[in-house]
Structures are given as structure tokens and as C-alpha cells.
Nanobody
Framework: QLQPVESGGGLVQPGGSLRLSCTAS????????IGWFRQAPGKEREGVSCISKVGARTLYHDSVKGRFTISRDSGKNTVYLQMNSLKPEDTAVYYCAAKRTPFGQCALATDYTYWGQGTQVTVSS
């Protein structure tokens, strides 16, 4: 059973940066599209960014375009989410998810099979 593991969350001031990591040994197989999602208190889970099986395609939520960058390093079994120019509204628990279904619905949480436990990101002065 694939179990993604997230890391890299924490407390950062507005305008700061964090890099989240999502690791699973199965990521080297090239079978999985990966998505980053977030959920703030009292809000629904939303798709932040996703990357295709070999990294050729990426997608971003409008609210993070130009600030966040998703990438994957197959040699390290890891997918990264580089978050720059962070804002208080980016505060949420961030989840990594994996799926083998086609990339096209990559922002749809219900399309993902495997989920990590989440990592807290807090942007506050």
C-alpha cells in the first residue's frame, strides 16, 4: 500500500518561503500523478498544484500561480512544493496525494487514491 509522507511544514512570516516534500518509494516507478492539496479550518480541501507521472505537465490553482512551484525528483522518490511569497491565507494543512488515473482531473481530490497525513503550514507575523 503506497503511503506518501509529507514534511517541511512550519511557521513562517508573510513573504517568507517553505519547501514541502512528499516521499514514497513507489514514486520512482513513473506510474503516479501527484497532487498537493490544502485544507484550512472551516474550509473544503482544495487542489493547490499537481504534476504528471514523469513531470512533463504541471497545474496550479490561480491563487498560487507565480508563487508556488511543483517539481519531482524520481531519483529521490520525492515531489516538492516550493512556496514563495507566502501569505496568511496560505495557512492550512497541506496534503500530498497520488493516483494512477489520467492527469486530466488532477485538481479533483476525489480522483486520488493514496493520501499522506498532512503537514501544517502557518503564515503569520
Amino acid at each position: 500500500q503506497l503511503q506518501p509522507v509529507e514534511s517541511g511544514g512550519g511557521l513562517v512570516q508573510p513573504g517568507g518561503s517553505l519547501r514541502l516534500s512528499c516521499t514514497a518509494s513507489e514514486f520512482t516507478s513513473g506510474y503516479y500523478n501527484i497532487g498537493w492539496f490544502r485544507q484550512a479550518p472551516g474550509k473544503e480541501r482544495e487542489g493547490v498544484s499537481c504534476i504528471s507521472k514523469v513531470g512533463a505537465r504541471t497545474l496550479y490553482h490561480d491563487s498560487v500561480k507565480g508563487r508556488f512551484t511543483i517539481s519531482r525528483d524520481s531519483g529521490k522518490n520525492t515531489v516538492y512544493l516550493q512556496m514563495n511569497s507566502l501569505k496568511p491565507e496560505d495557512t492550512a494543512v497541506y496534503y500530498c496525494a497520488a493516483k494512477r488515473t489520467p492527469f486530466g482531473q488532477c485538481a479533483l481530490a476525489t480522483d486520488y487514491t493514496y493520501w499522506g497525513q498532512g503537514t501544517q503550514v502557518t503564515v503569520s507575523s
